[in-house]
């Protein structure tokens, strides 16, 4: 039986794809025999964005220092292995089927959700796989996510926090920020990325309340460009490194977050190890050249096309301060429930033109619907059928693919791109 049979059986035993709970999951793994009390050392990663490329500079870092690494990410772009990367790689289709079968025989039936017994499924591999840490990012919010069953925890990271799964975090930012920073942990250091002051007020309550060292940055840690590179201080003193190989400024925060983590818990690699690391990190869908495949032929030659899988406000906003300067055509398609207007309002100061195009499969905005909200904020902006459409009626020099990573996981797939 292959892993997508089983996949799309796993849909089937919960009526609601999302239902954040802890019960569930808590559940399986005691009848699994506690697979995530046995896991490496983990590092837990919360916030609205930034969480997947913390995630992969926390990898690059340590496995350029020797370490073996494991991960848990969600959602995948291609492949549902992308999701579990055991210390040796991307989990094989033979070993995600055995343990997709063991949890589905254990479950017996009955009601758990994907995100639930998939989340299980790899805390079940990595107790079964030698690594030296554990690297896990939160599905969604932090406090009921299925992934906060982890109690022993070496540290958390809070990425950054803006508005988005309103209709399950709340729809402000404090609100959110006490969501987030449910994975902080009693006596455990806690690390925070520059954040609203209303939000950073209750992360800090919450590690307060737990007696949680919290280090946050712009206090405990610096991070600033400097000429073709930036530099980084905390209390172990200054280093001069590399931007990262990740496109865009943002991705300095996300670098620095990480590294001051590794640092303060006496775990980061030496200096060169990360800068090697900095020049190698990968993280697919985030400002991701598209280099090769049939979608860039439909372009004229030279065209730069890139992708980019953030999908509300707060991404929008880095997303344009890292294209600054330039005139692109955006080729968008958005999930329902997506502030659509609010992100190509934020994004208009780079857009030469919008190309609107729905997602397969998915539940999203309607195209006519979305070139309408474009007009509204003085953009350029005509639907189409699909993205092969939209691409060949692009004329800009760059072109930008963007507004929802289900999009971008079937642009790489089109591309022949997938993920390693």
């Not at 590794?262 to 190698?280: C, F, M, V, Y």
């Not at 890292?322 to 955006?330: C, E, F, I, N, T």
């Not at 309607?366 to 939209?390: M, T, W, Y």
């Amino acid at each position: 039986m292959s892993s997508d049979t089983l996949l799309a059986r796993l849909h089937t035993f919960h009526p609601k794809l999302i239902d954040l709970s802890l019960g569930r999951t808590e559940r399986l793994l005691a009848a699994l025999g506690s697979p995530h009390l046995k896991l490496p050392p983990v590092l837990h990663v919360a916030g609205t964005n930034g969480k997947g490329s913390t995630v992969a500079h926390l990898r690059a870092m340590l496995e350029a220092g020797g370490k073996r690494v494991q991960t848990y990410t969600s959602p995948h772009l291609v492949r549902f292995h992308e999701r579990i990367r055991l210390s040796g790689g991307l989990i094989s289709e033979a070993r995600l089927v055995d343990i997709l079968t063991r949890c589905e025989a254990v479950n017996a039936g009955q009601p758990i959700t994907f995100f639930e017994i998939t989340t299980v499924a790899g805390f079940l591999a990595f107790a079964e796989d030698e690594a030296d840490y554990c690297i896990v990012e939160v599905g969604l919010g932090g406090r009921y996510d299925s992934t906060n069953v982890l109690e022993r925890k070496l540290a958390t990271l809070i990425t950054p926090i803006g508005l988005d799964h309103q209709n399950f975090l709340g729809d402000s930012l404090a609100g959110i920020a006490g969501e987030k920073a449910g994975i902080i942990r009693p006596g455990t250091p806690a690390f925070s990325a520059a954040q609203a002051p209303e939000a950073l007020a209750v992360i800090e309550a919450e590690a307060a309340g737990a007696d949680a060292p919290l280090k946050v940055a712009g206090r405990d840690w610096k991070a600033a460009a400097d000429g073709d590179g930036w530099t980084f201080a905390d209390a172990a003193g200054e280093l001069r490194l590399p931007v990262p190989a990740l496109a865009g400024a943002h991705q300095i925060g996300n670098a620095a977050l990480a590294l001051a983590a590794l640092r303060s818990l006496g775990i980061a690699p030496s200096q060169d190890r990360i800068e090697a690391a900095l020049k190698t990190v990968t993280w697919p869908a985030r400002l991701q050249p598209i280099i090769r495949g049939p979608l860039l032929d439909l372009l004229a030659t030279g065209t730069r096309l890139w992708l980019d899988g953030g999908h509300n406000p707060h991404a929008a906003e880095a997303l344009a301060q890292a294209l600054a300067g330039r005139k692109l055509d955006l080729v968008v398609g958005m999930l329902e429930g997506k502030d659509a207007a609010e992100y190509l309002r934020l994004m208009a100061p780079v857009t030469a033109s919008v190309k609107t195009v729905p997602i397969d499969g998915e539940a999203c905005h309607d195209p006519e619907n979305l070139a309408e909200l474009a007009r509204r904020v003085g953009l350029k902006a005509q639907a189409f059928p699909e993205v092969q459409s939209a691409l060949s009626a692009c004329s800009a020099d760059e072109v930008l693919i963007c507004g929802s990573l289900y999009l971008a996981g079937q642009v790489l797939n089109a591309s022949g791109m997938i993920p390693e």
